[in-house]
């Protein structure tokens, strides 16, 4: 941990600062102007008003084709958590935006049903009434008994605090996609299954009603057809025009591009055969008309046996009939996996957004820090792949066609420079391309979307032009696939570059405060979470969803044209540069909020407004050069370690051993008052899976420490012990007390390596060399028997290694300590009272000791001679100089740095997936005792 | 109260300031055996020898064949100039076997399993290229463990140490007997040899338990009950004999002590080593000097340890290594005594004590000698506590550090911190260099 937020609070006071030693500014991402009610006495984090829910809730629902919209479960699935919050009201808000405009049907020229397969759109809302915002992710799942096959989702973020949805619209956006992609890869697995029994089903019929026509034509020597015959012989026909139908149908949805999917875990069940989908699906008009062939069933199908039943001619559609349940449309074990991930979304997104930007900051500053970030803090979480990772690559993609794309927006006509970027939006939503192919059933509801469109716009126009009383308003940022176009027109218009969910909240802001109920729909870009991964030249029709369009009839082309520039060439070529536009489009709706350049700009521009702090601190992203560059992150040493991490990691998310490790060391009283202190959000924040539990040992750690430093005089040298490697051991009766000791003393110790701590809180056997290998602080028990003799003869035995704090007679006995760093670290007089507070205090200057030692460590003339013939000698005293004036360290001090830079070279030279042999660096120092 | 020199723990002259747990025995470690410059192998009780990196204390391989401790190693290192060199080491054991190993790739290279009794010891005359291998008779062996001759059964007890002496002849410690065996090439073959027993030597009252070969001309033995005989290489007779250094009252120079029993225990000659001018002696709990020219103990650490030093080795820099069954290894540093014009040694802090009278003359006597001789000693610079028990052998490898075995089940090896963190410093600047790291810097 580098900062938190109440830390962060504080940064800008200048009295603060100096008293404090002088410290160099901080970095530019940390910092944020004060709250400007701080003044008032309001607390910055209070609850928004007048939101009837207590904390932050997923919420699924669905547009019923019998009821409506309607709310089908919460996460957490918890009454309290939703409160008074009408979440039948707020269905229907949600589904209400739902702007995909999912098409299904006969497309005229076809001869078949087509299955469109729609992307899903990601809108953000906000209901001032309620006092709800909510990140709205809209899918669309198949099912052979709804109407047009397709029945509407959504899953809905909801919280209080709009700036978070916001802010976190990224990282929602990334989470809920793969949400979404295993709930709908569920339902392509459950759909073909339907398809399969449905065929059989109608094969069986047919074979039914064949054998009665041919009866019928036996049993009749007349000349002419009677009714009957001639009905039997329709029903025959529309049985087999219904087999076509749905043998296209099914092979429609198997030919349906595989994804990959990032992570693994969603999809166990991924065929090897993906890479070869594409073009399977071209190959397969003709087999899979088969619905019988083993080869592709194998994929979709795993049904033991079907009795085939027969089907009524008319099975017309009744309301009476129950519809599939979502876990019945998804696999169940898609479906659980789907709410596995939706409760992770859930907890990470847990807390106020000034934390989560923190920590988001902080996590990916520690990235950075690849060489030294393993000394002190956590860096296990630092596997989980942040959501932006995945996009990185695009990016500069992006960045490269944005100049081409800003040339051919240039050319698109312009309205008003405020409204121009709505209408445009409009202008370029795919749908409209869409809806001019469709037949004359569905353009009403379209229409109708349109016309609200209108509307609002209308409205909007309005708005701006004074008008005050307003009942409802849409505004349109942009919706999907024209996402990118119109992002472009608006900075054109505006900003330069400007990162659209911001810009469109600064823009909407003051606006807003007037209409009584909005509903914002940010920049939603299509497939986001399908280009990046699909996007790669294997796969040529990945993007094009539909690869037996062009084959079936070339008149038909359903590739999303979202670049009016961009002509449709029928190579692969040309296609694929399509593609890579609208990637890149893409990619800079997605990514702009990266640039930081920006934010100054916009920071400034709400303030003047209302003084409001619109824009809370941006979600750091590493530019590609620059700080990253300097040393290779350790991707592959982590790797050959994961199974330890995985596990540890595993254990800290997990509740109990969480628990038992708060027991372990609790301090009942520490732990209200920081509840009562920093829990300014109605949730605790975790920082990352299992944080919680993290933070809470954080906080206890750092007041067990504050008070050890208090309460011992000796604490100097016991710390700078810690510091040096020299392993310290706390001795004492009891158990809770040597405990709470060691955890106090815990922060102070530096990692060895990624994979553990070198703590161990109770040994009650003698301890061996080995210990002192793995081990930097041990809790031993003192006993009274003769095995405790032992114990105390092989402390004495080993006491050249060891510092011993005698927790019973209050004594310390150790080497030496004349420096400097340790004062600062650990000063008994400290006015710091927070257990967490210390805490951050103790790593900013652990942070300054580790950036000495990275420096100490990687200046090559301190090591190694200039020329060939220098002496030893004069590298020596060049490296004591370095460590005496460079970096001005006093006596021990020098060897504390010594010590880290040796874990860091250590850590530096090691081979990864190779553990390496721990090894035990000390010194000859003579040991003194102290006593209170 | 342990009359044991101590050191504090302030150790400027001890180098050692690192160290390395090596483990993977599972019973007491006894023998390390140098395989090259940055390899040794290490066996012990559970009959497992394991090859190891001296440098980074990698395991190499483990070796498994024997069923029953190791009672002997040697390395055999062929160094044909037709054929490539090839490190091999010959093992022991009590199962009766003798397996030859290729330290290049771990591998069992052949074994011996038809021994009528333990091989206690093995020798490889490197000259003749043949190896000795010594149990309750001697038998020759070629590279190819061909059985090239034997010698008719010597006794029960076994050959208890070996070593090679010039013109082809070995001497071997039996019982209380020396043999002296000639390698003779026979008629018949062209790789044949005979094995002839040549003298016997019986000066020893006691068991011989130490024998080493100092240079061409002279080796020396020692005995259980703290005899030291000098032997001329070549003829086989005795040069010179101490027999009753242990005893404090002959040597002056040292703190005379109260002793209430001499146990054999406590002078048995546990080791010997030499350097060509001295022997040194691992007698009891002590260390003793020998100088072969002065033919007298020069200096003597009576008490060196808490209990018997069974293993000491010299090391190039005048410093001498001793561990001891009580855990501890110990440097020492020959030390020549500042020559002081009067001797300050009050008579009567020895009346105190009732030693006066006996020490009287021994002081004078010393005196005498020590107007023409400079007096040596042996300081402690340094002790290396790591062993929960017995440290068996340890093995120094110069610039690398030191290996220690123990009973404990663990080998240690001991490095100098500084010169480990300026390598790593090196490992690491040369690693920046390959990932072209190091451009990036300024």
């Not at chain 1, 900075?491 to 469109?504: E, H, I, K, N, T």
């Not at chain 2, 025995?25 to 040794?40: P, S």
């Not at chain 2, 000098?230 to 002959?250: G, H, I, M, P, R």
Request: proline share 5%.
């Amino acid at each position: 941990m580098i900062s938190a937020p109440d830390v962060v609070a504080f940064t800008r006071e200048e009295e603060l600062e100096d008293d404090l030693y002088r410290e160099p500014p901080l970095p530019e991402e940390y910092s944020v102007p004060l709250f400007p009610f701080a003044g008032q006495g309001a607390n910055p984090w209070a609850k928004v008003a007048g939101s009837k829910f207590t904390r932050d809730f997923i919420l699924i629902s669905e547009f019923s084709e019998q009821v409506g919209p309607q709310p089908l479960l919460t996460i957490p699935d918890d009454a309290k958590v939703s409160g008074t919050f009408d979440l039948n009201y707020f269905s229907l808000r949600i589904m209400s935006v739902d702007y995909q405009a999912s098409f299904v049907g006969h497309p005229p020229g076809s001869a078949y049903p087509k299955l469109n397969f729609v992307e899903d759109s990601k809108v953000v809302l906000g209901d001032s009434k309620e006092g709800a915002f909510a990140y709205v992710h809209h899918l669309t799942l198949y099912d052979l008994e709804a109407r047009g096959f397709v029945r509407p989702f959504c899953m809905a973020y909801i919280s209080a605090d709009e700036h978070k949805i916001m802010q976190q619209f990224q990282e929602l956006s990334t989470e809920f996609s793969k949400a979404s992609e295993c709930l709908k890869t569920g339902n392509r697995k459950a759909f073909a299954n339907e398809l399969e029994k449905k065929l059989k089903d109608l094969d069986y019929t047919r074979t039914v009603l064949h054998n009665e026509t041919e009866q019928q034509k036996k049993a009749n020597d007349k000349g002419y057809y009677t009714t009957q015959a001639i009905e039997k012989a329709n029903e025959l026909a529309s049985v087999e025009k219904s087999i076509i139908e749905h043998q296209d149908l099914l092979r429609q949805i198997r030919s349906y591009p595989y994804r990959k999917l990032k992570d693994s875990e969603f999809h166990p069940y991924e065929p090897e055969c993906s890479l070869d989908r594409a073009d399977m699906g071209n190959d397969q008009d003709s087999a899979a008309s088969d619905p019988a062939e083993p080869g592709e069933t194998h994929l979709f199908t795993r049904v033991p046996s079907y009795t085939p039943k027969l089907i009524k001619a008319k099975s017309a559609k009744c309301f009476d009939k129950k519809l599939k349940t979502l876990e019945e449309l998804c696999d169940v074990y898609f479906f659980t996996q789907t709410l596995d991930q939706l409760h992770h979304i859930e907890r990470t997104f847990r807390g106020d957004v000034c934390y989560l930007l923190t920590e988001q900051i902080s996590r990916a500053l520690l990235k950075q820090q690849s060489v030294t970030n393993f000394l002190f803090e956590d860096v296990s979480f630092l596997d989980e792949k942040p959501p932006e990772k995945q996009y990185r690559g695009c990016q500069g993609l992006g960045q490269d066609a944005t100049d081409e794309k800003c040339s051919e927006e240039s050319l698109a006509p312009k309205v008003v420079i405020s409204l121009g970027s709505y209408k445009s939006s409009v202008e370029c939503v795919p749908i409209k391309m869409e809806q001019e192919m469709e037949d004359s059933e569905e353009p009403k509801m379209s229409e109708s979307v349109m016309s609200e469109h209108q509307e609002n716009l209308d409205y909007l126009d309005a708005d701006i032009k004074g008008s005050i009383s307003s009942g409802e308003s849409i505004e349109v940022l942009g919706t999907e696939k024209s996402g990118s176009g119109l992002t472009k027109s608006e900075s054109q218009a505006s900003l330069p570059v400007m990162p659209s969910p911001q810009a469109g909240r600064s823009k909407v802001g003051s606006r807003r405060t007037v209409s009584e109920d909005s509903i914002e729909v940010l920049s939603t870009c299509p497939s986001e979470s399908l280009i990046p991964e699909d996007f790669k030249a294997s796969y040529p029709s990945a993007i094009n969803e539909e690869p037996y369009a062009d084959d079936d009839e070339g008149g038909l082309r359903f590739t999303p044209r979202v670049n009016p520039g961009v002509d449709d060439g029928q190579d692969d070529v040309s296609k694929q540069e399509s593609l890579v536009q609208v990637d890149a489009a893409c990619c800079i709706g997605k990514e702009s909020p990266n640039f930081l350049e920006a934010l100054p700009e916009l920071g400034q521009k709400p303030c003047e407004e209302d003084g409001v702090v619109r824009i809370p601190p941006q979600p750091y992203r590493p530019a590609e050069q620059g700080l990253r560059g300097g040393f290779p992150s350790h991707d592959g040493l982590s790797g050959g370690l994961l199974p330890y991490e995985l596990d540890s990691r595993y254990l800290s998310g997990s509740r109990e051993v969480s628990k038992s490790s708060l027991d372990e060391c609790s301090d009942s009283t520490s732990y209200i008052s920081s509840a009562a202190s920093t829990c300014s959000d109605r949730t605790p924040s975790p920082a990352h899976l299992g944080g919680a539990a993290g933070e809470r040992h954080r906080k206890r750690a750092g007041q067990n420490a504050l008070r050890f430093i208090r309460q011992y005089p000796f604490a100097h040298p016991a710390i700078y012990s810690l510091l040096s490697g020299r392993t310290l051991v706390v001795l004492g009766e009891d158990e809770a007390m040597v405990k709470k000791l060691v955890t106090a003393l815990s922060i102070f110790v530096p990692n060895c390596g990624v994979y553990a701590k070198p703590v161990k809180h109770w040994v009650t056997s003698p301890l061996h060399l080995v210990d002192f290998q793995k081990w930097k602080l041990i809790g031993l028990q003192r006993a009274v028997s003769p095995a405790g003799v032992n114990v105390l003869h092989a402390l004495s035995r080993y006491s050249r290694y060891l510092s011993i704090l005698d927790a019973d007679s209050k004594t310390l006995r150790c080497p030496l300590y004349r420096g400097t760093v340790v004062a600062r670290l650990a000063d008994h007089r400290t006015q710091i009272k927070r257990g967490s507070t210390y805490y951050m205090h103790v790593q900013s200057i652990l942070t300054q000791l580790c950036s000495k030692a990275f420096l100490f460590t990687f200046c090559h003339h301190l090591h190694l001679p200039i020329s060939e013939r220098e002496p030893e000698e004069s590298v020596v005293s060049r490296r004591m100089n370095f460590l005496k004036h460079q970096l001005g360290l006093a006596n021990e001090d020098i060897k504390i740095v010594q010590y880290l830079a040796e874990l860091l070279k250590l850590h530096y030279i090691q081979e990864p997936g190779q553990g390496g042999n721990p090894l035990l660096r000390f010194d000859y120092v003579p040991s003194f005792l102290y006593k209170i | 109260k342990s009359s044991v020199q101590t050191i504090g723990e302030e150790q400027i002259q001890n180098p050692y300031t690192e160290l390395l747990v090596l483990k993977g025995h599972q019973d007491i470690v006894r023998f390390l055996v140098q395989v090259d410059d940055c390899r040794f192998a290490s066996a012990g009780d559970d009959g497992i020898i394991f090859l190891w990196n001296a440098q980074t204390g990698e395991k190499l391989y483990e070796l498994h064949g024997h069923t029953h401790k190791i009672t002997a190693i040697a390395p055999f290192s062929s160094s044909d100039v037709t054929e490539e060199k090839t490190d091999l080491i010959i093992t022991a054991s009590a199962d009766r076997t003798v397996i030859v190993w290729d330290c290049a790739s771990g591998r069992q290279v052949q074994k011996v399993s038809c021994f009528h009794s333990t091989v206690k010891c093995l020798t490889v005359l490197q000259r003749l290229n043949v190896w000795l291998s010594g149990g309750s008779d001697l038998c020759v062996w070629n590279r190819k463990l061909d059985l090239l001759c034997k010698t008719s059964h010597l006794t029960d007890a076994g050959i208890s140490a070996l070593v090679e002496l010039p013109k082809n002849c070995v001497a071997a410690a039996v019982g209380k007997e020396l043999i002296i065996f000639r390698l003779s090439a026979s008629n018949n073959g062209s790789e044949g040899w005979n094995i002839l027993e040549v003298k016997r030597l019986v000066d020893h009252q006691d068991n011989i338990s130490s024998l080493v070969s100092v240079n061409d001309l002279t080796f020396v033995t020692g005995s259980h009950i703290g005899e030291l005989i000098v032997w001329d290489a070549l003829d086989w007779t005795k040069q010179a004999s101490e027999c009753n250094f242990w005893d404090s009252s002959v040597h002056p120079d040292v703190q005379p002590e109260i002793k209430l029993s001499q146990s054999p225990q406590e002078t048995s000659v546990q080791h010997l080593t030499s350097d060509e001018e001295c022997v040194f002696a691992a007698v009891g709990k002590g260390i003793y000097v020998y100088n072969l020219q002065m033919k007298r103990v020069i200096a003597c650490q009576r008490t060196a340890h808490d209990s018997s030093v069974l293993h000491i080795e010299k090391l190039p820099n005048r410093q001498l290594i001793s561990c001891s069954e009580d855990g501890s290894v110990r440097i020492w540093e020959l030390r020549e005594k500042q020559q002081l014009p009067a001797e300050p040694v009050p008579t009567g802090f020895f009346n105190m004590w009732g030693f006066g009278r006996a020490n009287k003359q021994a002081n004078q006597a010393a005196k005498k000698m020590h107007e023409n001789t400079p007096v040596y000693f042996l300081e402690l610079v340094g002790d290396l506590i790591g062993h929960s028990s017995a440290v068996q052998m340890f093995l120094y490898f110069g610039e690398l550090g030191l290996a220690t075995c123990s009973a404990d089940h663990l080998i240690i090896l001991w490095k100098d911190g500084e010169r480990e963190s300026s390598l790593r410093s090196l490992t690491l600047f040369k690693k920046l260099a390959q990932n072209g790291d190091l451009q990036l810097k300024l």
